[in-house]
């Protein structure tokens, strides 16, 4: 398995464009995550799934983010509009079981809003 | 709610001087509790998890319930351990979850 895969590995783009961030989780992992890592706050909490079914969205900054599942493999995370302060690190990460697992990190898409 | 501290945003220690990255947890619960390291150019990796009670690179650490920390400890530091730590906690009834601190760079200058 190649691991977690995230695309594209870096994007820049206009402040008020849409953005969309992927991410291919590690086949049969049932959780998956997205986290936003910047320098003040370090590694946040954006979302995560649980069998494609969002648990917990607190983290979510605002209602221009968004993110979903739509099968095992593939999630989106999707920020419209984009604003520079959203320029940042993102994380997908996948995990198999219940709790105390151990979580498999993509590379990161690097989202820069000019 | 789940909070992991991590005071120091930089360390910086000489080879084979000792380390202390500190981590502090708030969490009502029993947490099950990790350290995570991101080396230069590469994806962020398990290091260590408090149930297994192991040492990964000469690295150890120690779950403190009174103190409600899990600082991750090196007797003799080296280059190669330069790199960014995060620790991380997992609340046993939100299934897999994983909140991390804002993470720690360590440099170990030669």
């Known amino acids: 398995d190649a691991g977690v895969i995230q695309s594209p590995r870096h994007e820049v783009t206009e402040m008020g464009q849409e953005v969309t961030l992927r991410c291919k989780p590690i086949?049969?992992?049932?959780?998956l995550f997205w986290y936003r890592q910047t320098m003040m706050r370090g590694l946040e909490l954006l979302i995560y799934f649980n069998n494609n079914v969002p648990i917990d969205d607190s983290g979510m900054p605002e209602d221009r983010f968004s993110a979903k599942m739509p099968n095992a493999s593939f999630s989106t995370l999707k920020i419209q509009p984009s604003e520079p302060r959203d320029s940042a690190v993102y994380f997908c990460?996948?995990?198999?079981?219940?709790?105390?697992?151990?979580?498999?990190f993509g590379q990161g898409t690097r989202l820069t809003v000019v | 709610a789940q909070r992991v501290t991590q005071p120091e945003k930089l360390l910086s220690v000489f080879k084979g001087a000792p380390v202390e990255l500190k981590c502090n947890y708030s969490?009502?619960?029993?947490?099950?509790l990790f350290w995570y390291v991101q080396y230069s150019r590469q994806r962020l990796q398990l290091l260590l998890r408090?149930?297994s009670r192991e040492s990964i690179k000469g690295f150890t650490a120690d779950l403190n319930k009174g103190e409600t920390s899990f600082h991750l400890k090196k007797p003799f530091a080296q280059e190669e351990d330069s790199a960014m730590y995060y620790c991380?906690?997992?609340?046993?009834?939100?299934?897999?979850?994983?909140?991390f601190g804002a993470g720690t760079i360590l440099r170990v200058k030669s």
């Open positions: 990460a996948s995990s198999l079981g219940s709790w105390n697992t151990e979580a498999f």
């Open positions: 086949s049969g992992h049932d959780y």
């Open positions: 969490y009502s619960g029993s947490p099950e």
């Open positions: 991380a906690l997992s609340p046993l009834e939100y299934g897999n979850k994983l909140v």
């Open positions: 408090h149930i």
